[in-house]
């Protein structure tokens, strides 16, 4: 526990830092409109994709497929706006329970065929890119539904400083879509930390043959994480469409690093047993501020990558260091 909370402080040292340096270095980036706001827009949707990949980290496995499912939950939310006519909320509801669903059965086959994560995620990754792609192409002219139902402009372009509770409002550079990164982080956070369900889900990360003797029923654990991980991963769907205003088949292309290096960097062991919800908001973060303030020294996009997979080694070397330590913590004991 003290090694985790040395670490989020750690990590929002960096993040405090870093953005020091770069604001010194482009007096730009402390812009709340140009600059900030598209940030913490950015930071909101990938936390949330990073939140996704730890609930199934959580039990051991890895989700390679989060992208694809933010793709086809957003499909949905697009059809429902362009062709039923719903509304913003109803979209949205559409969106979250087909990501659910297809989480659900992912997770569905992992447990009853005992096919690791890795290969059924990749598989469920390779058909929805062919699936999303022929339902755009078959439904749409321009591979996007560009319908925009009431509020969704507000919602993409709105911030804090608009809500105002009496004399009272909100940062401007807040955007309003950080309120559902908000209810994610609040969620899972309670589901971890005090509830029963929670504690047997990193049970089953932890050692699964343990939960199972235990009577836990790992099984419909495993479904439920991937449950979790869809629904999430169709509201970063959702998120990324709204920044952008149009549902297409590209949307969460690009997701699979920021998922793994959020989740890594915030403390989420890659065996499973051990996550940290808000290590996920602060590991995003960092790597957001790093992004937009590379973005603004000139640093291409492809040397960004480059430092972003360094990044995201070093991680997997430190998660690798701590699950050394541990382990052999608890054989001293014994």
Known sequence: MPFRVNQRMGLLVLIVLLG???????????????????????????????????VVLSIGHMNLAVGRMAAFGAFFAGFGYDRLGLSLPLGLVLCLTAGCAIGALTGWIIARTGVN????????????????????SALTENAAFTTRPAGLTEMRSASLADICLGPVCGSAAVPQIAQFTLLALVGL??????????????????????????????????????????????????????GTGTFRASIGEDFMLPSF?????????????????????????LVG????????????????????????????????????VSYRKVVRST
Do not use: W
């Open 20 to 54: 020091a340096l770069f604001g010194v270095a482009r007096p730009a980036f402390f812009d709340e409109r140009l600059v900030l706001f598209p940030l913490l827009r950015d930071v909101a949707t990938l936390t949330v994709v990073a939140l996704a990949q730890m």
């Open 117 to 136: 994560s890795f290969v059924v995620t990749l598989a469920m990754d390779f058909a929805l890119l062919g699936l999303v792609s022929l339902l755009y």
């Open 189 to 242: 956070g309670f589901l971890y930390a005090r509830t029963r369900m929670g504690r047997e889900l990193l049970l089953t990360g932890a050692n699964p043959k343990a939960a199972e003797l235990s009577g836990i029923p790992t099984g419909r654990r495993i479904v439920l994480a991937h449950a979790l991980s869809g629904l999430l991963a169709a509201l970063a769907g959702f998120m990324a469409a709204v």
């Open 289 to 324: 501020v790093i992004r937009k303030g590379l973005d603004l020294l000139g640093v291409g996009l492809e040397s960004l990558n480059i430092y972003l997979g360094c990044v995201l080694l070093l991680a997997l070397s430190a998660d690798r260091v701590r699950t050394v």
């Open 261 to 285: 290096l959020g989740a890594v960097l915030g403390g989420t062991l890659l065996t499973g047993g051990v996550v940290s919800v808000l290590g996920a908001l602060l590991g995003t973060t």
